[in-house]
């Protein structure tokens, strides 16, 4: 007697195989741009949260510029560019989901290791490298085992940080325009017979690449008529090698050792200023 033959039964209805993993639903391209772009925003707004904290609650005096809240993201989006895109085609040839992992651990370890390197010092470069290490592993691990999730909130906190970033620069670059117009608008007229004095600055910038000084090209025309109208000065030279106590020397006419103006500490108001003094 033979055995009745088996019946095909449609695949659809039998199969017991696991659903397809979801780290790929999010589109890969895509992954690749929202990690990239979450990770710098992370490390850029992460390097003046720690800054702006050190300022605030430990009353310790930081060098920030309010411009980093967006400027910071875009550099480090161009600078983690070409890194990331090489470590993306590498893993892209096992996976898609291999390649966003890979970009997982990269923006993650961006995003940990930048704020981290504020503290300088105080913390040793082994256990920057073990803790930032450490927690991109583990959010490779969340988004293997979360994938769906894990997207989700990839989006979700690169938007919100998105908007962070651009809000500050806005409000910042917004402020600062009504304050200078209020400024300006607050200043009364120049009194009859004041003097007219401009006082225009390049900071960096040498008189060898300056035409007024001889250079071949044509690089200060405006300068060399100013020069050609009045006195210039053939051998000016710095009371020191770089910005702050040079200009504190320049707008009180002091030596550098005589004033506060140091790498840490602002110019204080013990010398009166040359503005101060064109005010009076």
Do not use: K
Request: proline share 6%; charged share 15%.
């Amino acid at each position: 007697m033979q055995n009745p033959p088996h019946e095909r039964v449609p695949r659809n209805m039998t199969s017991t195989e696991p659903r397809a993993t979801t780290v790929d639903s999010w589109s890969a391209s895509r992954a690749f741009w929202w990690l990239l772009v979450g990770g710098a925003l992370a490390g850029g707004l992460g390097e003046a949260s720690v800054i702006l904290t050190a300022r605030v609650l430990l009353d310790r005096f930081t060098l920030f510029n309010p411009q980093g809240l967006w400027l910071a993201p875009l550099a480090n989006v161009l600078v983690l560019l070409v890194p990331f895109a090489l470590v993306w085609l590498i893993a892209r040839r096992r996976s898609a989901q291999t390649a966003i992992l890979a970009v997982t651990f990269c923006a993650t370890l961006a995003a940990v290791i930048e704020p981290l390197l504020v503290l300088g010092d105080r913390l040793h470069p082994i256990a920057l490298v073990v803790l930032s290490g450490g927690i991109a592993s583990q959010m490779v691990r969340f988004a293997r085992a979360r994938p769906a999730a894990f997207a989700r909130l990839a989006r979700g906190v690169t938007s919100a940080l998105l908007l962070v970033s651009a809000l500050g620069g806005i409000g910042f670059n917004g402020m600062r325009a009504v304050r200078e117009r209020r400024a300006l608008a607050a200043l009364g007229s120049a009194a009859e017979g004041s003097p007219n004095i401009l006082l225009l600055v390049l900071d960096t910038v040498r008189a060898l690449s300056l035409s007024a000084y001889g250079y071949n090209r044509d690089t200060s025309p405006f300068l060399a008529e100013l020069a050609a109208q009045g006195a210039r000065f053939d051998r000016a030279i710095s009371p020191a090698p770089w910005t702050l106590p040079s200009h504190a020397t320049m707008f009180t006419g002091r030596y550098p050792h005589e004033l506060s103006a140091g790498w840490s500490t602002p110019l204080d108001g013990t010398e009166p200023t040359l503005a101060e003094r064109l005010t009076s």
